[in-house]
């Protein structure tokens, strides 16, 4: 092996290559289909010394949050025995992302009947999204490989999180987005960070066909999640939320599901940490669609996950909007080895569970409230106990999209036919700004009104 001791495994046809023969596309030369890391000493057959240690681990992981390392300060690389894909550690590139705060949800608990209800706020990270996790890893790949740009197709997180890496490490950044599709917060971003950003007339599938060309033609390093080095670093909040609860792990992990690469790597994550013996269970993972964004639960519906059908994906949650999901395949396998299940929800359950997070005093942004939107039917289902801990992934911060939080509380989000029977719930969530005169009779008035209400 000529690398820092991992191979890549396609998760098609088992094909195992080492890193110098990934194609540009990371796509497996034989049959098409993606890559993930693996680690060969960690497999049965090898001698069990070269196993990390569990509770070694365990100790030194909590142990590195002291140290003044910028390798140690990030909640991503303090756990690198469960991501050896550097040759040379001087290589990471790092906004100390990751570390982020598990809160528990007091209000909506009570609403869900979920006594153990915790957020897990990805959304809290460097650029405010999840997408800092996998950035950090799969950037630091491309640094030390030596190319000197980068790009991806967004729907705006993952561009606001590799023009901000590319940046640090003093390379250039390629972001193609969908023109008029993404919210503004996660535009300005990928400005202010120095992408070269071009808005393309398409969708996100349509970005991402562009750039499948693009990087066949051109020395960019495609930072899309098809690069598995991505997701490597998305496993840690999984090692992060077991950390939590003394590795003991959660009954239920619910996540959004847009391009289906993050449930991928919380599911790799679970697995490993299971097969190393950090753990001793796995979590039923669950993955939320928004119905007008839900190929993966229409396949699971229609055929068990065999065969995917690409759709054209609406919803106002537009970091989902996504009708043709790269990780699909991966995440069948995720949501059938944990015994998990996918659902989908309405544009007015999102904004609704958007609504009460936000009451939470935590916020996220809307693809984010799938997850409460989605436990709200899995409890309905019975598939979800009172008694069971369970934990939300919330992918983004609330001001990433704050256009759309302002139109939910001015009531011009949703139109009437899609508010359906949620009237009630929604009205008590809305907390309009009010214009008034600069007087003191009339904010005296507002503040008694707003006392009884
Ligand atoms: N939540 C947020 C806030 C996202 O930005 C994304 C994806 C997801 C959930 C879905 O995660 O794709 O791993 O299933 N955003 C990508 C982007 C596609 O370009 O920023 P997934």
Redesign the pocket.
């Known amino acids: 092996m000529e690398n820092s001791g991992h191979q890549l495994r396609c998760t098609g046809c088992a094909r195992v290559i080492e890193q110098s023969e990934l194609k540009e596309n990371f796509r497996c030369a034989e049959c098409g289909d993606l890559y993930e890391v693996v680690y060969p000493s960690w497999s049965a057959g090898m001698a069990e010394i070269r196993k990390p240690n569990a509770s070694a681990m365990r100790w030194l992981w909590k142990e590195r949050c002291c140290s003044n390392t910028e390798a140690d300060q990030s909640g991503v690389w303090r756990f690198r025995e469960m991501l050896h894909i550097l040759r040379d550690e001087a290589n990471i590139v790092s906004l100390r992302e990751g570390n982020t705060p598990l809160y528990q949800l007091r209000k909506t608990a009570e609403s869900t009947g979920i006594e153990q209800l915790f957020a897990k706020h990805?959304?809290m990270n460097p650029t405010g999204?999840?997408?800092d996790a996998g950035m950090t890893t799969a950037l630091s790949v491309a640094h030390e490989i030596g190319f000197d740009w980068v790009a991806?197709?967004?729907?705006?997180?993952?561009?606001?999180?590799m023009a901000a890496y590319a940046a640090r490490a003093g390379m250039r950044s390629l972001v193609l987005?969908p023109q008029g599709k993404?919210a503004w917060g996660?535009l300005s971003q990928a400005m202010d960070y120095g992408a070269l950003t071009l808005q393309l007339r398409t969708d996100?599938d349509g970005c991402v066909r562009v750039l499948s060309e693009v990087v066949k033609r051109a020395p960019v390093y495609l930072l899309?999640?098809v690069n598995p080095y991505r997701l490597e670093g998305?496993k840690t909040p999984a090692l992060e939320i077991a950390e939590s609860f003394d590795w003991e792990v959660p009954d239920h992990l619910i996540?959004?599901?847009?391009?289906?690469?993050?449930?991928?790597?919380l599911g790799k994550a679970f697995l490993e940490m299971k097969h190393l013996g950090i753990t001793a269970k796995l979590p039923k993972i669950s993955?939320i669609q928004a119905e007008g964004a839900n190929p993966l639960y229409s396949s699971l519906q229609e055929n068990g996950g065999e065969t995917l059908q690409a759709v054209e994906a609406h919803t106002r949650?537009s970091?989902?909007r996504?009708g043709n999901?790269?990780?699909w395949k991966k995440?069948v396998r995720v949501i059938q080895q944990t015994g998990g299940w996918c659902e989908q929800v309405s544009e007015a359950e999102i904004a609704l569970a958007k609504a009460e997070i936000g009451a939470e005093g935590i916020g996220?942004?809307?693809?984010?409230a799938?997850t409460l939107a989605g436990l709200k039917k899995l409890v309905q289902q019975g598939r979800v106990q009172s008694g069971e801990r369970v934990v939300l992934l919330l992918?983004?911060h609330t001001l990433?999209d704050s256009d759309y939080t302002i139109a939910y509380h001015r009531g011009d989000l949703l139109k009437a036919d899609e508010i359906n029977g949620l009237r009630p719930e929604i009205e008590v969530t809305r907390r309009n700004a009010v214009e008034l005169d600069a007087s003191v009779d009339q904010v005296l008035r507002e503040l008694e009104g707003a006392a009884v209400r």
């Open positions: 990805q959304g999204s999840f997408k991806c197709a967004s729907t705006g997180n993952t561009s606001a999180a987005i993404i996660k996100f899309n999640s998305q996540v959004p599901g847009g391009n289906l690469a993050n449930s991928s790597a993955v949650a970091a989902i996504i999901p790269a990780s995440a996220c942004e809307p693809a984010s799938v992918t983004g990433k």
